[in-house]
């Protein structure tokens, strides 16, 4: 169990900069994801903690005492690797004592033996000790190997896309047993993925990462409802979120964004307070982002709607995605998955300006949202934190 | 433009220094489908359950075991690949690198001595149904993967097949340009109405594309139907756990008779779930079988409700959904909720289940157990 901080840390290998001034503070007992696309330098960045690599530049401090000159094997730290390595020919019970049986953790067989019950019973696989790796499913491997991982009591649990090589069934599957068995890790944990809904389900904090850099620090929420800019917002949620044109238009004291046609007008909501943010930041044209689960359409005509055709109508399992063509900009939206449309059809499209995140045009940065239960649910969040 | 017609088909490949022959040694076991005009067939499986076998079969790569393949009204088990009138794309792109995008699309008609202008015309009209008219001019290595698939199906097409087949063409690009190049493909056969064979592994790329699946196992077709009857009406264990994602959640089951009402019951569970009446005549007191249901006809009951009380064992709050999944026994059972509340682990939620919306499987053979009403 530690604190983990990272401080100005900057990696290089020859020219390229893996890692650019990066700095993150992961507290005890958190599980924090660093999510990005491929890349990024999320592996880097946990080979350095982990003091596989070490920095051109910065410290890795552990609790406060400095790492950089501390070997891997010092550290204690644990890591989990994609294909799980349990040796196939010992026992699960083996496979979670070895770590307690190696020169540097030895242990005497009393304590081995309370530990890997511990563990096990913990991971609900105590009835399977004397079984071999071959004998259990990929969830039990799972198990075992975080077993193995936690049975030494490690500062820090590092795992690098653990579910990454699955295919996309045991991929869920495994997500929700590692989200189930997350409460009795104990200790701090960073966890390595490209796949949004691994982040999002198993994150208490999530740090995106892209080009070596960190682009937002953030809860779930934090990072779906309030992405500090279109990157971020383009990476967190599936499908991904809408990006239109829009520009501020005042009249009569009312405010309006123009968007995707010459003249179709949103209005504003007077309550959330983005008139006020959209005036104070200055800025006139944006970037309007529309998640695909709040965007409406009906198949009938109706005044005030956009009128656009179906331009791709594809089911996905439980429900599916409707993309609409309005002029030539593209709208995505969520239907269910037994509507029955044709290609090319009309659709009329309701955009929810009251649940719209508003961007620079020019920067691509956050400028506010309209999405009150979003607010809300971010000040809720803030105020039971404060709490504790 | 042509009908398909596959009539027991069989596969088997010689195992050399391994004589024993059992019915598992076929790659492609019994096989008849039966497609369309203008219909795009989704062939659906895990690795080795046979489906590129059959598409080689179709295209005449691979010799036939034994049965029948139709092409229109032609047999064609014994026509050379270049006469059965197919345009073929697998998932390597495979294009001609010293010749530009141009003169891949039009390498085979250029090889079967169609005329220049024809060739031109043929490939202008191609080049903007697959986005690469502003390719024409390009070298292979200059393109995306996704660029390359979109020429490499382009070049299949310009031949103006009877039927195009496509092996599993989006498994090397990534996840946007799957999906990009995905609904484009959709778009394609809307436009040209080619009868289509695709073959895939993954069931959402044959969900979103196809108008009938067939789903293979072991050689085996398991199903052929739409989308919604594979998803809706499985005839299976193995296609019921295949469609859908998360997928159904299938659980050992025995049947309690208590006064006049059967109730499915689960090992180390205090589960209970009324059965559906329309299998009252099926059931019997102590029977056993494998019960099937999606998650999204599981839910959190209200205060009031009767549903069983059980334990959250896992809470995700995925932003746009949440799942919640709870022990029945040994097994995970999911859940999926579009509603804003929040669980935490371990917190005692009521669980009701749409008995409606559940299947029933035989505990050995996994066939479907069907009302008869």
Partial sequence: MAKIEVVNVTKRFGKFTALNNVNLEIKDNEFFVLFGPAGAGKTTLLNNVAGIQIPEEGLIRFNGEIMNKIDPAHRNVAMVFENYALYPNLTVYENIASPLRSPLYKKDNATVDREVHRVAELLRIDHLLERLPSQISNGQKQRVAIGRALVRDPNVFLMDEPLAHLDAKLRHYMRSELKEMQSSFNTTCIYVTHDFLEAVSLGDRIAIINEGSIVQVGTREEVYYTPCNEFVAALVGEPEINLVDGRLFAENGKYYVEVLEKGYLLPLPESSGIIRKLVDSGVNEYHIGFRPNNVRYTFEKKDGLLKGTVYSFESIGNKAVLIAKIGDKFVRMIAPNDLKVRLDQAVYVELPIHKAIFFDAQTTRFIGTSDEAAIYRLVQEQLSKGVQ | ?373
Avoid: W
């Avoid at chain 2, 999204?296 to 959250?312: A, F, H, N, Q």
């Fill in chain 2, 1 to 373: 433009m042509s009908k398909l017609i596959i009539k027991n088909l069989y596969k088997r490949y010689e195992n050399k220094g391994k004589k024993k022959t059992q019915p598992n040694d076929f790659a492609v076991n019994d096989l008849s489908l039966e497609c369309e005009d203008g219909e795009f067939i989704g062939i659906l499986g895990p690795s080795g359950c046979g489906k590129t076998t059959t598409l080689r079969m179709i295209a005449g790569l691979e010799d036939i075991t034994a049965g029948d393949i139709y092409i229109g009204d032609q047999r064609v088990n014994d026509l050379h690949p270049k006469n059965r009138n197919i345009g073929l794309a697998f998932e390597d792109y495979a294009l001609y690198p010293p010749l530009t995008v141009y003169d891949n699309i039009a390498f085979n008609l250029k090889a079967k001595g169609v005329s220049k202008d024809e060739i031109k015309q043929r490939v202008m009209d191609i080049a903007p149904l697959l986005k690469v008219e502003d390719l024409l001019d390009k070298m292979p290595i200059s393109l995306s993967g996704g660029q390359k698939q979109r020429v490499n199906i382009a070049r299949a097409i310009v031949r103006r097949p009877g039927i195009l087949l496509l092996d599993e063409p989006l498994s090397h690009l990534d996840g946007k340009m799957r999906q990009a190049l995905r609904i484009e493909i959709k778009r394609l056969h809307n436009e040209i109405k080619c009868t289509t064979v695709y073959v895939t592994h993954d069931q959402l790329e044959a969900m979103s594309l196809a108008d009938r699946i067939a789903i293979m196992n072991l050689g085996v077709l398991q199903q052929f139907g739409t989308p919604m009857e594979v998803y809706d009406d499985p005839a299976n264990e193995f296609v019921a756990g295949f469609i859908g994602e998360p997928p159904m959640n299938i659980l050992k089951t025995t049947i309690i008779k208590h006064e006049n009402d059967y109730y499915f019951t689960f090992e180390n569970s205090d589960l209970r779930i009324i059965a559906p009446r329309r299998y009252y005549d099926l059931l019997s007191d102590g029977m056993q079988v494998k019960m099937g249901v999606r998650p999204t006809d599981i839910y959190v009951g209200g205060p009031d409700s009767k549903g069983t009380p059980v334990r959250v064992a896992v809470y995700e709050d995925l932003c746009s959904e949440r799942r919640i999944g709870v022990r029945v026994g040994d097994e995970l059972v999911m859940m999926i909720t579009e509603d804003d509340t929040r669980y935490r682990q371990g917190e005692m939620i009521k669980l009701e289940v749409n008995g409606e919306k559940t299947h029933l499987f035989d505990l050995n053979t996994g066939n479907r157990i069907r009302s008869k009403k």
